[in-house]
């Protein structure tokens, strides 16, 4: 059986070559081609590897890379700073023996973390390293809805997205984008425990019932946090147009906070206070739903 970490380095590096084109890396593309992205030679060419080293890697099996070559292929590939973090990661985890037991417990959100989510005068959920919703602050519940009406095992941001019954975006390039952000934290988390159950878990369940997750997934993007702007349709109070960021929280690897914001003194800023206080008087029951936004 090869290394779980080996595994996904050998995925990780086959998309990462699927996307380079010769003309992209200074090759002339020659006759008819087979592949849609360079050929393995021409990838291990460019590295100044042996072709039955790199396809070694590629398949899983236990080769273990010095830094030096992981160097050279992240160079050949194009890799930026965080495809280059992810790769290195892989590799040097794949060097070490397979752990023979893992800490999978639960995760816990501290008190001190509850506390800063129920001062911050903004929506704020923290998420875990699975995206799974632990925490949020009456702000959030306002603007999202209230993801204690859900059940605990749901509560998590690429389930909730590729849901048919509470996404009525799917197809838009918002949409699209923002799915992509969460698919590449949850790349990111699988690099420090690819065989985590949780992972395991949902990223089997989305494969199986979704081809958008599919197709998304196979890209092999990786980032550790994002940020973007996001628009909330609701009824009583309009659209709000939001910035979000995540902000890492203690813990290695930890959870994040996820914080909307509004530019201060906007039409934005001035709806989102509205709805709270629509919601606080108890006057905004149609736009606050039992099961989360699409968040």
């Not at 080769?63 to 892989?90: C, K, M, N």
């Not at 509004?262 to 709806?271: H, K, V």
Request: proline share 8%; glycine share 8%; with cysteine.
């Amino acid at each position: 059986m090869s290394h779980p970490y080996a595994r996904e380095l050998g995925d990780f590096l086959r998309a990462r070559r699927g996307r380079l084109h010769p003309r992209d890396v200074g090759l002339e593309p020659g006759g008819r081609r087979r592949v849609t992205g360079l050929r393995r030679e021409e990838l291990a060419l460019l590295a100044g590897l042996s072709t039955d080293y790199y396809q070694r890697m590629e398949q899983g099996r236990e080769v273990r890379p010095s830094d030096h070559v992981l160097d050279a292929i992240a160079s050949a590939l194009g890799l930026d700073d965080e495809e280059r973090r992810h790769l290195f990661t892989l590799a040097r985890a794949a060097r070490r023996p397979v752990p023979a037991r893992v800490d999978h417990g639960p995760e816990r959100v501290p008190e001190s973390t509850r506390r800063l989510l129920r001062v911050l005068d903004t929506p704020a959920v923290v998420l875990g390293r699975h995206l799974d919703l632990l925490a949020w602050n009456p702000w959030a519940v306002a603007l999202l809805g209230d993801p204690a009406a859900h059940p605990p095992d749901r509560l998590n941001m690429l389930l909730l997205m590729f849901d048919d019954r509470m996404t009525g975006a799917r197809g838009c390039a918002a949409w699209e984008q923002q799915a992509m952000d969460y698919i590449a934290m949850m790349r990111a988390a699988v690099a420090t425990d690819p065989t985590h159950p949780r992972a395991t878990a949902i990223v089997g369940e989305l494969s199986i019932r979704s081809a958008e997750f599919r197709r998304l997934w196979s890209r092999h993007d990786v980032r550790e946090s994002v940020s973007g702007t996001k628009t909330f349709q609701i009824p009583e109070v309009g659209d709000i147009v939001l910035d979000w960021d995540t902000y890492p929280l203690p813990g290695s690897p930890g959870p994040v906070m996820l914080v909307f914001t509004a530019e201060p003194g906007s039409a934005d800023a001035d709806a989102l206070r509205l709805l709270a206080s629509l919601r606080a008087t108890g006057r905004s029951q149609e736009s606050y739903p039992t099961r989360p936004r699409d968040i």
